[in-house]
Nanobody, 122 residues
Framework: VQLQASGGGLVQPGGSLRLSCTAS????????VGWFRQAQGKEREFVVA????????YYVDSVKGRFTISRDNAKKGVYLQMNSLEPEDTAVYYC????????????????WGQGTLVTVSS
């Protein structure tokens, strides 16, 4: 499966962005999808994951209550609504897919998109 992440940009603190991850290729509904992010000079970290059917979701504590993930298997898309953005959210955001139920670790995901940059700054 090929993944394309989009929707990043520059936003002021407290603002919102909606990231999209669109897939092509194999049956998208067979794959869990995760979002990871990597800030400059730091290791890539888990942000949120959604199960194949969308019924199970895991968020990292730092984004709970601010970020919301959803998926539309018919459109082969996963969406990350990010509200109340903070400068600490600045990073390149990657979406990843794997033929698993759901996971929070990188090595469970076989397919990765190219990343989209989110910059939170005034």
């Amino acid at each position: 499966v090929q993944l394309q992440a989009s929707g990043g940009g520059l936003v002021q603190p407290g603002g919102s962005l909606r990231l999209s991850c669109t897939a092509s290729g194999r049956t998208f509904s067979n794959y869990a999808v995760g979002w990871f992010r990597q800030a400059q000079g730091k290791e890539r970290e888990f942000v949120v994951a959604i199960s194949r059917d969308g019924d199970s979701i895991y968020y990292v504590d730092s984004v709970k209550g601010r970020f919301t993930i959803s998926r539309d298997n018919a459109k082969k898309g996963v969406y990350l609504q990010m509200n109340s953005l903070e400068p600490e959210d600045t990073a390149v955001y990657y979406c990843a897919a794997g033929p698993i139920f759901i996971a929070t670790v990188e090595d469970r995901y076989a397919f990765w998109g190219q990343g989209t940059l989110v910059t939170v700054s005034s």
